[in-house]
């Protein structure tokens, strides 16, 4: 992609930028629900998270785009088992690829030659290239549009809180622990800041049901994420357990809602996607509606 140069007037006199924002409005117009899933500290498992909420928007028959802006770190092809995916059709346009008949997905992961080079880019060219994700990306009609942001409150996710006008809100992961608490606080001013509703709050590794004995055990403690809600005046959308099923799952490409449906994982994140569906009239979430199916449209 060249690197963004000075912006000038076209025949008509008007700037490529009022040209971008307008194709930018016109395919968000086709979304109906826009949600940016931020945490301000890494490691909290939110592309996890992302890639979970699609999957069970899907499945609750919900027509849903997922977008990964994170650029120098694109986890979501490896969640969804999408690496070396290649973007259908011809190079001028940009089709997202398909998980299944409900989901498609975009990433910077699927415009790599080789996953293991590192994408070397300031600001300009982040924003130049979340901005042609925006305007050129041909989802059609979704429900909803599910945005991976990288952790923080730099580059990537100000961009997109500025270039989609109208968006539900974020959705902001955190673990227990006070050491993520504090990074996460700022996300939450980071939305008030850039005038972003806040959906809710998610606390992810919330305690570890022991296999053997039942026990649960609050390695990272709990409850944290629960009280920051509380603290900052926004809602609480509930807690996603350590579950070692969730790593194996991601590590094979298949998200924890389609391979481990009925576990108490799965049932933690239909409950939480209940909450985001209550303002939209959902319907519960079915158990085990969220298979994998390589030949959907990817139109």
Same mark, same amino acid.
């Given at each position: 992609m060249e690197s963004p140069g000075p912006q000038s007037a076209n025949a008509h006199g008007q700037k490529p930028a009022d040209e971008m924002s307008e194709r930018i409005a016109s395919r968000m117009?086709?979304?109906?629900?826009?949600?940016?899933?931020?945490s301000g500290k890494g490691g909290v498992g939110k592309s996890t998270v992302a890639a979970?909420?699609?999957?069970?928007l899907a499945g609750a028959g919900r027509r849903t785009g997922l977008l990964d802006?994170?650029?120098?770190? &694109?986890?979501?092809?490896?969640l969804l088992g999408l690496e070396g995916a290649l973007l259908p059709g011809p190079a001028e346009m940009m089709l997202p690829v398909s998980f299944?008949?409900? /989901?498609?997905?975009?990433?910077? #992961?699927?415009?790599? &030659?080789?996953?293991?080079?590192?994408?070397?880019?300031?600001?300009?060219?982040?924003?130049?290239?979340?901005?042609?994700?925006l305007a050129r990306v041909e989802w059609g009609e979704l429900d909803y549009l599910v945005v991976d942001s990288p952790p923080g409150t730099g580059d990537e996710p100000l961009?997109?809180?500025? /270039?989609?006008? #109208?968006?539900d809100g974020a959705i902001v992961v955190t673990t227990p622990q006070e050491v993520a608490l504090s990074d996460v606080r700022k996300s939450i001013s980071f939305?008030?800041?850039?005038?972003? &509703?806040?959906?809710?709050?998610?606390?992810?590794?919330?305690?570890?049901v022991c296999p053997e004995c039942g026990a649960r055990i609050a390695i990272f403690k709990e409850g944290g994420g629960e009280r920051l809600a509380?603290?900052? #005046?926004?809602?609480? /959308?509930?807690?996603? &357990?350590?579950?070692?099923?969730?790593?194996?799952a991601?590590?094979?490409?298949?998200?924890?809602?389609?391979?481990?449906?009925?576990?108490?994982?799965?049932?933690?994140f239909r409950a939480v996607i209940e909450r985001i569906l209550e303002g939209g009239g959902g319907a519960p979430v079915p158990e085990g509606a969220v298979a994998r199916d390589t030949k959907g449209d990817s139109r």
């Open positions: 117009q086709l979304i109906a629900h826009k949600i940016m899933v931020l979970n909420l699609a999957v069970c802006i994170d650029i120098h770190g &694109p986890s979501i092809p490896k299944n008949a409900n /989901l498609k997905v975009m990433s910077i #992961g699927f415009l790599l &030659p080789d996953d293991r080079e590192a994408v070397i880019w300031r600001g300009p060219m982040k924003h130049k290239l979340i901005s042609e994700f961009s997109i809180a500025q /270039l989609v006008h #109208g968006a939305c008030h800041r850039v005038g972003l &509703p806040v959906i809710g709050v998610i606390e992810n590794m919330s305690g570890f509380r603290e900052m #005046g926004v809602p609480f /959308l509930g807690k996603i &357990p350590i579950d070692p099923q969730i790593v194996e991601s590590d094979a490409g298949k998200p924890n809602l389609a391979s481990h449906a009925g576990g108490e994982t799965a049932r933690a």
